[in-house]
């Protein structure tokens, strides 16, 4: 061992143990804080296990059993029962304000927003919709695309462009995707951005050649071209 490493060791050693000391000082120094504030923890810990274990588990479970039957009547499109219940169960209304902590009342949001949305109430569909916190990739698109469809009832284009767009970018499938790739380019037709338009249904053309947008996606890109060239001899 060359003297270089024999002269470093004590010097590492002494450093250590004046850390340890330091350590030591501190927590003998603050040993009452550190005992309250690990008290706390635990008790804070503790009152979370039993909160969910014994108040919102119960909860959840009656929430769900309440929604089964909206659920049913907005499965067959009856969305006034679904929103408001039938005297003997609950509707999703009733399900957000009786129990609005739980993970059903936050679902209840969504099919809520659907609901208001099929009975052309846009302004309710989109409270709703826009209280849903959604964490499911599957939902995510369909809530950004029905704020769109919402905004574009209300004749807000610009709106339901930008929800368009955030569904396409939420989740790369087949099923949504280019389904709002058509609605989007629909908006930038409406708004004469032609071009913007064609490209979105290149994109589905290319991306989903079996989907039912494609099949539509070269006609519509005829149609927009001519379209485009128009606004282009006018503005010669």
Do not use: C, W
């Not at 003998?28 to 804080?33: C, D, L, V």
Request: aromatic share 12%; no cysteine.
């Amino acid at each position: 061992m060359s003297k270089k490493k024999k002269d470093t060791q004590p010097e590492q050693f002494e450093s250590v143990e004046n850390v340890l000391t330091r350590t030591e000082q501190f927590i003998e120094n603050n040993q009452k804080i550190i005992t309250t504030v690990v008290l706390v923890i635990v008790i804070l810990v503790g009152a979370y296990l039993l909160f969910t274990r014994y108040y919102l588990a119960p909860m959840e479970n009656e929430a769900q059993g309440q929604m089964f039957r909206a659920e049913q009547y907005f499965a067959r499109d009856s969305f006034n029962l679904a929103l408001n219940g039938d005297g003997n169960y609950l509707g999703f209304l009733d399900i957000i304000d009786e129990y609005g902590i739980t993970k059903s009342a936050n679902l209840a949001h969504y099919y809520a927003g659907i609901s208001y949305l099929h009975l052309g109430q846009y302004d309710n569909a989109i409270e709703h919709l826009e209280e849903f916190d959604v964490k499911d990739k599957i939902i995510e698109p369909q809530k950004y695309g029905a704020l769109g469809n919402a905004y574009l009832e209300k004749g807000n284009n610009g709106k339901a462009l930008d929800f368009y767009l955030e569904a396409i970018d939420s989740d790369d499938n087949a099923f949504t995707q280019p389904l709002y790739m058509s609605k989007a380019a629909f908006v930038y037709e409406l708004q004469g951005e032609y071009q913007e338009a064609i490209e979105l249904y290149r994109e589905i053309r290319r991306k989903f050649p079996e989907s039912t947008q494609s099949e539509e996606a070269d006609k519509n890109i005829a149609r927009l071209q001519v379209l485009a060239n128009k606004g282009q001899d006018t503005s010669e």
